[in-house]
C-alpha cells in the first residue's frame, strides 16, 4: 500500500488478555517504530527496528510487551496479560532511512480499550 | 534526557490570522525535526522536515524555522483556515535514533 497500515483500527479486550497489534510499513522501509499515545499523553516510544540489527528495546515499559519484525516488513507487538493502563492509540511508523534524513510516516494507529 | 514543549498549549484563533507555534527542546544534538499534527482520533501527518543544517522549510502557507543551537523551532501558518483546526507536534530526531515529542500544541481556527 502506500502508506503505513495498521490493523486492528480498534480492539477492546478483557483484562488478562493477550493482544497481537500489526504493521505493514511503507514498502521498501527498513526502519519501523512503534509509539503509544494514552489518553491525555504525549507519545511515548516503544521499540525501533532497523534491518537486520538488534531492535532498540529501551521504551518498552514492561516484560508484557514484545515485538518482533519478520522479513524485515511486517512487525507485530504483542501486549501478554493485558491491563487497564494499556489502554492507549499504538502508533506504527516507518522509514527509508531511519530518519536521519527522510521523513518519518504514521499509520492511521490502533486504539486498544482494555476493559 | 531530550525534553520539547511545546508553547502554547492550546490555541484559538478568528479564520485569517497568520499565527505562530513555538517549540523548545533541551538537547540540541539532532539530525532534524518533524513538525506533524494529528487530527481527533487520527494518526500523525508529516507536515515538514528541517535537516540540522538548515534554517527553515516551507510548503504551502506553512514555514518552520530551526534556531538548533538555541534549540527553538517554530512553525508559522499564514492566513489560517477552519480546516487547519488539529493538533501541532513538534519532534527533534535525536541522536540516540528517534523522534521524540512535545505534548503539542491545539489549534482551533473558528470561522
Known amino acids: 500500500g502506500a502508506g503505513v497500515s495498521q490493523s486492528p483500527s480498534n480492539k477492546v479486550t478483557e483484562k488478562g488478555k493477550d493482544v497481537e497489534l500489526r504493521c505493514d510499513p511503507i514498502s521498501g522501509h527498513t526502519a519501523l517504530y512503534w509509539y503509544r499515545q494514552s489518553l491525555g499523553q504525549g507519545l511515548e516510544f516503544l521499540i525501533y527496528?532497523?534491518?537486520?540489527?538488534?531492535?532498540?528495546k529501551s521504551g518498552l515499559p514492561s516484560d508484557r510487551f514484545s515485538a518482533e519484525r519478520t522479513g524485515g516488513s511486517v512487525s507485530t507487538l504483542t501486549i501478554q496479560r493485558t491491563q487497564q493502563e494499556d489502554s492507549a492509540v499504538y502508533l506504527c511508523?516507518?522509514?527509508?532511512?531511519?530518519?536521519?534524513?527522510?521523513?518519518?510516516?504514521f499509520g492511521e494507529g490502533s486504539w486498544l480499550t482494555v476493559v | 534526557k531530550q525534553e520539547v514543549t511545546q508553547i502554547p498549549a492550546a490555541l484559538s484563533v478568528p479564520e485569517g490570522e497568520n499565527l505562530v507555534l513555538n517549540c523548545s527542546f533541551t538537547d540540541s544534538a539532532i539530525y532534524n525535526l518533524q513538525w506533524f499534527r494529528q487530527d481527533p482520533g487520527k494518526g500523525l501527518t508529516s507536515l515538514l522536515l528541517i535537516q540540522s543544517s538548515q534554517r527553515e522549510q516551507t510548503s504551502g502557507r506553512l514555514n518552520a524555522s530551526l534556531d538548533k543551537s538555541s534549540g527553538r523551532s517554530t512553525l508559522y501558518i499564514a492566513a489560517s483556515q477552519p480546516g487547519d483546526s488539529a493538533t501541532y507536534l513538534c519532534a527533534p530526531f535525536n541522536q540516540g535514533g528517534k523522534l521524540i515529542f512535545g505534548q503539542g500544541t491545539e489549534l482551533s481556527v473558528k470561522p
Open positions: 511508523a516507518s522509514s527509508s532511512d531511519r530518519g536521519r534524513r527522510n521523513t518519518i510516516y
Open positions: 527496528f532497523q534491518g537486520n540489527s538488534a531492535p532498540d
